[in-house]
C-alpha cells in the first residue's frame, strides 16, 4: 500500500482477554517502531525494530507486552491479560533506512479500549 | 523541565488568521519533526528539518539551531486545520524521537 497500514483500528477487549495488533508499514521500509498514546498524552516510545531484529524494547511496559516482525515486513504487537491501563492508541511508524535522521511514516493507529 | 516544550497549549483562531506554533528543545538535535494528529487518527509527519526552513503549500516550518527554536506557522488557515500539532526532536544518532506535549488548534469559520 501507499501508506503504513494499522489493523484493527478499533478494538474492544475484555479485562483479562489477549489481543494481537498488526502492522504494515511501507514496502522495504527498514525500520519499524511501536508507539502508545494515552488519551490526552503524546506518543511514548514501545519497541523498534530494524529489519527482524528487535534492537530496543527498551518501552515495552510488562511482560504482557510483546512485538515480533519475524520477515522484516509486517509487525506484531501482542498483549496478553489486558488490563484497563492498557487502554491507549497505539500507533506504528516506519521508516525508510536505519538509524539515520529520515522521517517516519505513520499508521493511522489502533485503538484499544479494555473493559 | 520538560526536554521540548510547545507554546501555547491550545490555540483557538479565526478562519483566515496567521498562525504560529512554537517549540524550543534543550537537547542538541540531528532532526526536528512536525506532525499533525487529527481527534481520533494517526499522525501525519508535515515536516522534518535539520537547518532553515520549509514550505509546503500554506504550511511553513523554520528552524534556528543556535537558539535550539522552531516555529510552524499556516498561513490563510482553515477549519480543516484544526488538529493536535506536535513537535519532536531526535537527538543525536538516537532512533528515538523526545515528543512535545502538542498544541491543540481550533480554527472557527
Known amino acids: 500500500g501507499a501508506g503504513v497500514s494499522q489493523s484493527p483500528r478499533y478494538k474492544v477487549a475484555k479485562r483479562g482477554q489477549d489481543v494481537a495488533l498488526r502492522c504494515d508499514p511501507i514496502?522495504?521500509?527498514?525500520?519499524l517502531f511501536w508507539y502508545q498514546q494515552a488519551l490526552g498524552q503524546g506518543p511514548e516510545f514501545l519497541t523498534y525494530f530494524q529489519n527482524e531484529a528487535q534492537l530496543d524494547k527498551s518501552g515495552l511496559p510488562s511482560d504482557r507486552f510483546f512485538a515480533e516482525r519475524p520477515e522484516g515486513s509486517v509487525s506484531t504487537l501482542k498483549i496478553q491479560r489486558t488490563q484497563q491501563e492498557d487502554s491507549a492508541v497505539y500507533l506504528c511508524?516506519?521508516?525508510?533506512?536505519?538509524?539515520?535522521?529520515?522521517?517516519?511514516?505513520f499508521g493511522q493507529g489502533t485503538r484499544l479500549t479494555v473493559v | 523541565k520538560n526536554e521540548v516544550e510547545q507554546s501555547p497549549q491550545n490555540l483557538t483562531a479565526q478562519e483566515g488568521e496567521f498562525i504560529t506554533i512554537n517549540c524550543s528543545y534543550s537537547?542538541?538535535?540531528?532532526?526536528l519533526h512536525w506532525l499533525q494528529q487529527h481527534p481520533g487518527g494517526g499522525i501525519v509527519s508535515l515536516f522534518m528539518?535539520?537547518?532553515?526552513?520549509k514550505k509546503h503549500g500554506r504550511l511553513i516550518a523554520t528552524i534556528n539551531i543556535q537558539e535550539k527554536h522552531s516555529s510552524l506557522h499556516i498561513t490563510a488557515s482553515h477549519p480543516r486545520d484544526s488538529a493536535v500539532y506536535i513537535c519532536a526532536v531526535r537527538s543525536g544518532s538516537n532512533y528515538q524521537l523526545i515528543w512535545g506535549a502538542g498544541t491543540k488548534l481550533i480554527i472557527k469559520p
Open positions: 537537547v542538541g538535535i540531528s532532526a
Open positions: 528539518l535539520s537547518s532553515g526552513k
Open positions: 514496502s522495504g521500509h527498514v525500520s
Open positions: 511508524a516506519s521508516s525508510p533506512l536505519g538509524l539515520t535522521n529520515t522521517e517516519a511514516f
